[in-house]
């Protein structure tokens, strides 16, 4: 008896991609099944998909799970290293908001219209004098509930000027009721707003849940409907100040490792501390912004757990020793 693709353990378990790997080979075997040719491509695309031991291809297909891994590493490399040291810099008293905004759940086959209806929603609600935020950032999300419909919702994250809460300030109640007018509706659809830092933009871009581990004769044809009703629908936009300093396509220089240095301390209050990274060093090989990235998050990573530091905090000091 032969088993399906993906019920083989990941060929990268060593990597940071190997559970994605893994979830791609799920993907790779739905799409080889679908009478589409189109499909039966992507499955070609998805079996080449992700690094090997000499070079890294990305296959772009809109639901790959390597691919949206990197896209999402790519945004954070984007904000991370780009916006937010110019926002702290140029804004340092702006305020976050966590913005959620949802409708009823769709069949799968309305999905599409629902997307451009939400858009057009929030493009409406941009224009309004009540929604006074200098720039945002807005993700959009799909679930699958249990009895197979489609959940579309907004995650944004609004940059506000301080004065917000005083002068501007919306209550949970008057968000819904706006979106609900933008969304020209008769229900009142559920919406969640919260303050929040604007690191939790990492909350924002989170990898689409394809609920692979579901019953296959309902995740085939629902799999297949949700690539075709996504195919070139941006998931994730910025507008006003936050896109401006998003407008760069990769990591600057100041901020990014040179060829050959190797990343052998931190400074921190006046004290030098080791960083244990053994012969870790950045290859000589001009890296990509998301492969630079990849590298400095893993330091930071580390410095997380190792010294209990905040994420703002070991960024800092990886810039620092650079």
């Not at 509930?145 to 004065?163: E, F, K, N, Q, W």
């Not at 301390?265 to 501390?273: L, P, Q, R, T």
Request: include cysteine; charged fraction near 25%; glycine fraction near 4%.
């Amino acid at each position: 008896m032969t088993h399906p693709p993906y019920s083989r353990p990941p060929t990268f378990a060593k990597d940071g991609i190997g559970l994605y790997k893994q979830t791609a080979k799920k993907l790779e075997w739905l799409y080889q099944t679908s009478p589409v040719q189109k499909h039966k491509d992507y499955a070609y695309r998805i079996n080449r998909c992700g690094p090997t031991r000499k070079h890294t291809w990305y296959c772009r297909v809109k639901l790959c799970p390597v691919c949206m891994w990197r896209r999402y590493k790519r945004w954070q490399a984007r904000f991370y290293f780009s916006a937010l040291p110019a926002l702290h810099e140029e804004h340092p008293n702006a305020q976050f908001l966590l913005l959620t905004l949802t409708v009823k759940n769709v069949k799968i086959k309305h999905l599409r219209w629902t997307v451009h209806a939400m858009a057009e929603a929030w493009h409406r609600l941009t224009q309004l004098r009540a929604f006074s935020c200098l720039g945002w950032i807005r993700a959009l999300e799909v679930t699958r509930t249990a009895d197979g419909l489609c959940h579309p919702h907004y995650h944004c994250l609004l940059m506000v000027s301080p004065l917000y809460f005083r002068t501007s300030y919306l209550t949970q109640h008057a968000w819904g009721a706006l979106w609900q007018q933008c969304l020209r509706v008769s229900y009142t659809p559920v919406v969640d707003v919260r303050k929040t830092r604007a690191e939790r933009f990492s909350y924002l871009i989170k990898p689409l849940d394809l609920s692979l581990n579901t019953d296959r004769s309902a995740l085939r044809p629902y799999v297949f409907a949700l690539t075709d009703h996504l195919h070139k629908i941006k998931l994730i936009t910025a507008g006003g100040t936050l896109k401006r300093y998003l407008q760069l396509s990769q990591i600057p220089r100041e901020i990014t490792p040179s060829k050959n240095v190797p990343l052998h301390s931190i400074h921190h209050d006046g004290y030098k501390n080791q960083l244990a990274l053994g012969e870790e060093i950045f290859p000589s090989a001009d890296l990509s912004p998301e492969e630079k990235f990849l590298l400095i998050d893993s330091i930071a990573e580390r410095l997380q757990r190792e010294r209990g530091l905040s994420r703002t905090e070991a960024l800092a000091l990886i810039k620092d020793a650079m």
